[in-house]
């Protein structure tokens, strides 16, 4: 069983930066799309970014050019640098690794962009 641990979040200004964390039990380049995701109150959970095996990355258009995702496989950890966030980017943001038919999920780490 992959554990998936995430930090890195908490309470930021409009205009400010966060980097979230993903680390894995596991081997990182064991899985094919590692992935964000958040959900906002009252909203269905989407996809924020990912990156497959091969280093594609792929953005939801409202983050494209502030987010970056990135990897590390020697700390088998995925990272999401987020810049010149905005309110409506706050949400719990959770990992997401796939391989085949298993789905591993994060617990989730609080975001929130307030004056």
């Known amino acids: 069983q992959v554990q998936l641990v995430e930090s890195g979040g908490g309470l930021v200004q409009p205009g400010g930066s966060l980097r979230l964390s993903c680390a894995s039990s596991?081997?990182?380049?064991?899985?094919?799309?590692l992935g964000w995701y958040r959900q906002a109150p009252g909203k269905e959970r989407e996809l924020v970014a990912s990156?497959?095996?091969?280093?594609?990355?792929n953005y939801a258009d409202s983050v494209k050019g502030r987010f970056t995702i990135s990897r590390d496989g020697a700390k088998n950890t995925v990272y999401l640098q987020m810049n010149s966030l905005k309110p409506e980017d706050t949400a719990v943001y959770y990992c997401?690794?796939?391989?085949?038919?298993?789905?591993?999920w994060g617990q989730g780490t609080q975001v929130t962009v307030s004056s």
């Open positions: 990156i497959t095996v091969v280093g594609r990355t």
């Open positions: 997401n690794f796939r391989r085949g038919a298993e789905d591993y």
């Open positions: 596991g081997s990182i380049f064991s899985f094919n799309v």
